[in-house]
C-alpha cells in the first residue's frame, strides 16, 4: 500500500474513532489558562468588571491541547514547572436528547485533574495517560436554574503534576511528568442509555467477531441491540439486531491484517432504549501472532522480525500537547523508514496513535507507567492496577496491539527507603495475572528487572553494547547470551545519543579506550557526563558519524540472527528529560534519529536503507558544510541506499560503481575512499533497484589548514525568510581558522524588539547549546524592529550583530 494512501487512510479513521457519541465536539479555543494555584474556585468564576474591576491573577488566552510545560521543559536555566494549573472557559450546552447526559471526555490530562462546574466539584481523576470521562449532566442542570446563569456555563479545570512519591511515574524517570490538558478534550451529548464500553474479539480461523456491550446504566425492557460489520470499501459484510448485549458477526474468509497490508473491517454497533439511538464505531482486524519458544516471532503464520522504535509524547515548542496532524506525520515518517513494531514508552499513549498504527501496520507494545523509583504503598498499587485496567480496557480492541507492558527499570531503586525485591515482584505477578485475566489474548512484558523475568511472558534485558558499556561490535554475542536466558526474548532499548549536525572524520577512536567483555548493559551512573569507567556515553564525540556506525552495525547483524524476534531502537524522536541538563542541547535526550521538531538525522536513512521498501539513497554528510584533512588525503564516502547498486561521482568524476552487500561495513558495501579538492566539492549518487533510478547530491568545503585552540568567535546572518533570521556562530583560533572539532557551549541573547525562537529542544532552537563542529545556529523572529544580538562562552570574548 502506497504512503499516500496509508496516511489518506488514516485520516478517514480518526473521524470515525472520534465519533464513539450521537454528538462530539472538541473543545480548543474559547480557554483561559493561570500556571499556579488558586485559592478556591470561586477566583475563577467571581464576576470581574464594572464595579469589581480587579482582574487577579491575570490569566492566558490559549487553545487545547495545551502542556503547561511547553517551554520551560527545556528551558536551560530553570527547573520545569511541577504544581498545579488551571483552565477556564464556558460552555454554551445544547444537548438534544431528552433526559440525556452531557459528559467531557478526556483523552489525557495530566496528572491529578479536577473538574468543576461553576463552583461544584463535579469529577476527579489520577492518572495523566488514561482516557475518562466525566458527566455534568446534573451540575449544568442545577447551575441552569441559578441566578447566575446568563446563557453559558462556567467549566474550570485544576491540572497538577506536582511531584508525588505515591504517584506513578517516578519523577526519577528519564523524560518530563507534564501538567495541562495535553490531549483533546470533547463534549459529548448522547442518549440516557449509551456504551460504556464495547469490546470486540475477532477470530482469524474463524472469522467470526464477538461483540460485548456494556451500557452506563442498566437498559431497560425492550432495548434492542444491533450490530453491523463492514469491509474496508465500507460494503455490508453481515448485520444483526436483537435484545441481547452480547453478539455475534461473521466473515466469511476475511482478509488478514499484516503490516504490509493491515487490512481493518468497521463494526458499528448500537442500543436504541426509549425511541433514542446510540451508534458506536470501532475498527477491527483479524490476525495471529506468535512468539515462538526460544526463537523468533510469527504474524500469520509467517516468520516476521520486528523492526522496532519508540516513541514518548513529546514535541518542540508543545512539550506533550501534540496535534492530531503533528502526530500523523510523524506516524507516517516512521513507516517510512519501514518501522513495523513500536513500544510506546513508556504510558498509555494517546487514542490517535493507536489508530494510526492500526491504519498503517504497525504493532505495538504499550504499557503503563510503573517505571523508576521502587514501589509505593497501597494508593500507588491501586493507580498502576488502574491504569492497567483502562489502557486494557480502552485499546483492547486495536489489532495494532500484541503486548501490554508492565514496567519499565522497576530494577531502580530511588524513591522510598526500602527496596525490596520480593514485594516488586509479588506486585509483578499480580499484574501479570490482572493483565492476562483482562486479555488473555495478549503477551505480558517487561525491560530491565532480571529479578522478575521469569514472571512476564516476553523479556528484554537492557543491552547497550556501543554506548553505555562495551563496543557495538559485541552487540550479536551479548544479544544471543541473553535470548539463551528466558523463553521469549525481545531486544528494545538500543542505540546512543547524537549532537544533530555534529560530524566526525574519524567517529570510532573513543572505542579504543573501552574495556571490552563485560555485556552490554546498561548500570547505575553510565547515563553520566561525569565519572566512572570509560565509556562512549561518556566519552565519545556524540557525532552522527559515530551513531551512524553504531546503527548500521546493529541493523546488519539482526539480518544474519535467524532465532532474533526482533528489535526496537531508542528512541525515533528526541525528547525533553529533566535528569539530563548537562547534554549538548540542556534537557534532552538526544537518541533520536530525528531531532525534536521531526528534522531527520543522518540515521534515519541508515535505518531507511535496511528497512524501507521505496528505493532510496542517501549520501552520508547533508548537514555537514565543511570536512577537515591534510590535501591529498584519502576520505571516506558513505551513501546508505537499499538499491543493488550505486556509483558515485566526485565533482563530475565517477568513482566507481558498487554492489550493495549488507554484510560488508560500513553502509552495506556502498563506501568509497576518494581525494577531495581544497575548497568547494560536489558529491552526487546515481542507484538503481531493479528499472528505478534515485539520485542524491551534496556540495561541501574542504578545510586543509590546521586550527589551534578557540580564541574568538564571530556572530553573523546567513538567511532571512518572511521576518526570520538564521545567525550563525563559529568558533575561530587566532589566526581566524574555523576549530572544527570546537565543542564549547555557546549562549545566545538579544536586545531589542524581536525574540530568539529557543526553548525547542533542538541544536538550531536552543539559546545555550553545544557547538557542533565549531558552529551553531538559533533563528530569531524579528518583528520589524531594530535588534541586537550577542553571543558568550566562557573564556571567549564575546560577538555581537546588530540587525
Request: some cysteine; proline content about 4%; glycine content about 8%.
Amino acid at each position: 500500500m502506497q504512503l499516500k494512501k496509508i496516511g489518506m487512510l488514516a485520516a478517514a479513521m480518526m473521524g470515525a474513532f472520534c465519533a464513539q457519541a450521537q454528538q462530539q465536539a472538541r473543545l480548543n479555543t474559547g480557554w483561559e489558562f493561570l500556571r499556579s494555584d488558586l485559592g478556591g474556585i470561586w477566583e475563577a468564576v467571581r464576576p470581574v468588571g464594572k464595579g469589581n474591576p480587579e482582574a487577579s491573577p491575570i490569566w492566558e488566552k490559549v487553545t487545547l491541547p495545551h502542556c503547561v510545560n511547553a517551554s520551560d521543559a527545556v528551558d536551560p536555566d530553570v527547573n520545569y514547572y511541577q504544581g498545579p494549573a488551571w483552565y477556564r472557559t464556558q460552555l454554551k450546552i445544547d444537548n438534544p436528547y431528552a433526559n440525556g447526559r452531557t459528559l467531557l471526555h478526556f483523552e489525557g490530562a495530566g496528572q491529578k485533574t479536577e473538574v468543576y462546574i461553576y463552583t461544584t466539584k463535579v469529577a476527579s481523576h489520577t492518572g495523566g495517560y488514561d482516557e475518562w470521562t466525566a458527566d455534568i449532566t446534573d451540575a449544568v442542570a442545577a447551575f441552569r436554574q441559578s441566578p447566575q446563569f446568563k446563557g453559558t456555563v462556567p467549566l474550570s479545570i485544576r491540572t497538577d503534576n506536582s511531584r508525588d512519591l505515591e504517584m506513578i511515574p517516578s519523577s526519577l524517570s528519564d523524560f518530563n511528568v507534564y501538567g495541562g490538558i495535553y490531549r483533546y478534550l470533547n463534549l459529548v451529548y448522547t442518549p440516557a442509555v449509551y456504551f460504556s464500553e464495547v469490546k470486540l474479539q475477532s477470530n482469524a480461523k474463524t472469522g467470526e467477531v464477538n461483540i460485548s456491550t456494556f451500557t452506563n446504566t442498566a437498559a431497560p425492557a425492550g432495548a434492542v441491540y444491533k450490530a453491523v460489520i463492514r469491509d474496508a470499501a465500507g460494503k455490508v459484510l453481515q448485520e444483526t439486531s436483537g435484545a441481547a448485549a452480547n453478539m455475534v458477526l461473521k466473515v466469511t474468509k476475511p482478509r488478514l491484517w499484516q503490516t504490509t497490508d493491515p487490512v481493518l473491517y468497521t463494526v458499528e454497533t448500537s442500543v436504541t432504549a426509549n425511541g433514542q439511538t446510540y451508534t458506536q464505531t470501532n475498527k477491527t482486524g483479524f490476525r495471529t501472532f506468535e512468539f515462538k519458544e526460544k526463537g523468533p516471532f510469527f504474524l500469520n503464520g509467517k516468520r516476521l522480525l520486528l523492526q522496532g522504535t519508540h516513541r514518548h509524547e513529546d514535541h518542540a515548542g508543545v512539550a506533550a500537547a501534540m496535534t492530531e496532524d503533528v502526530m500523523r506525520e510523524e506516524m507516517v515518517l516512521m513507516k517510512e523508514m519501514g518501522v513495523n513494531f513500536i513500544r510506546l514508552g513508556h504510558y498509555q499513549q494517546s487514542r490517535i496513535i493507536l489508530n494510526l498504527c492500526d491504519s498503517l501496520g504497525i504493532l505495538v507494545w504499550e504499557e503503563i507507567p510503573w517505571c523508576r523509583g521502587g514501589l509505593g504503598g497501597d494508593v500507588y498499587k491501586e493507580q498502576a492496577r488502574g491504569m492497567l485496567k483502562n489502557m486494557i480496557t480502552q485499546h483492547y480492541n486495536h489489532p495494532s496491539v500484541i503486548i501490554w507492558g508492565l514496567g519499565n527499570e522497576n530494577d531502580w531503586p530511588g524513591d522510598f527507603p526500602e527496596f525490596d525485591k520480593e514485594k516488586i515482584r509479588t506486585f509483578m505477578k499480580e499484574l501479570n495475572d490482572l493483565a492476562h485475566q483482562l486479555d488473555p489474548s495478549r503477551k505480558t512484558a517487561i525491560r530491565r528487572c532480571d529479578f522478575c523475568k521469569d514472571i512476564v511472558d516476553v523479556y528484554s534485558p537492557s543491552i547497550w553494547a556501543g554506548w553505555y558499556r562495551g563496543i557495538y561490535t559485541e552487540y550479536k554475542q551479548v544479544s544471543e547470551d541473553e535470548f539463551n536466558k528466558v523463553n521469549h526474548f525481545l531486544h528494545v532499548e538500543w542505540g546512543g545519543d547524537s549532537h544533530a549536525g555534529r560530524h566526525s572524520e574519524n567517529p570510532d577512536n573513543a572505542l579504543r579506550k573501552i574495556k571490552t567483555g563485560n555485556g552490554g548493559d546498561e548500570r547505575a551512573g553510565d547515563a553520566s557526563l561525569y565519572g566512572g569507567a570509560a565509556r562512549v556515553s561518556k566519552d565519545g564525540d556524540w557525532s552522527e558519524s559515530y551513531i551512524c556506525n553504531l546503527m548500521d552495525w546493529h541493523l546488519k547483524e539482526q539480518e544474519t540472527m535467524p532465532w532474533l524476534t526482533g528489535t526496537a531502537q531508542w528512541v525515533f524522536k528526541d525528547f525533553s528529560t529533566p535528569i539530563r541538563p548537562d547534554n549538548p542541547v540542556p534537557y534532552m535526550n538526544q537518541k533520536g534519529l530525528l531531532e525534536r521538531d521531526n528534522t531527520k538525522k543522518e540515521a534515519y536513512y541508515v535505518f531507511q536503507s535496511y528497512w524501507a521498501e521505496k528505493p532510496m539513497a542517501r549520501i552520508y554528510g547533508h548537514s555537514w558544510p565543511v570536512r577537515w584533512g591534510a590535501e591529498g588525503e584519502e576520505k571516506l564516502v558513505k551513501v546508505y541506499s537499499n538499491c543493488d547498486e550505486a556509483e558515485l561521482f566526485l565533482n563530475g568524476k565517477s568513482m566507481g560503481k558498487k554492489k550493495r552487500r549488507s554484510a560488508d561495513f560500513p553502509a552495506a558495501g556502498l563506501h568509497w575512499t576518494v581525494t577531495f579538492s581544497k575548497g568547494g566539492n560536489d558529491l552526487k549518487v546515481i542507484a538503481k533497484k531493479g528499472k528505478t533510478v534515485v539520485e542524491d547530491k551534496i556540495s561541501f568545503q574542504y578545510q586543509t589548514e590546521k586550527w589551534g585552540k578557540p580564541s574568538q568567535m564571530t556572530l553573523s546572518k546567513i538567511a532571512e525568510e518572511n521576518g526570520i533570521a538564521t545567525l550563525e556562530v563559529k568558533m575561530l583560533d587566532a589566526n581566524n581558522i574555523t576549530c572544527l572539532d570546537a565543542a564549547n557551549f555557546v549562549r545566545f541573547s538579544l536586545a531589542g524588539d524581536g525574540r530568539l525562537i529557543d526553548n525547542l529542544g533542538t541544536s538550531s532552537g536552543s539559546r545555550y547549546v553545544q557547538l557542533y563542529n565549531g558552529r551553531a545556529i538559533i533563528r530569531v523572529d524579528l518583528r520589524n524592529g531594530k535588534n541586537m544580538a550577542a553571543v558568550s562562552s566562557q573564556g571567549i570574548p564575546t560577538a555581537t550583530l546588530a540587525l
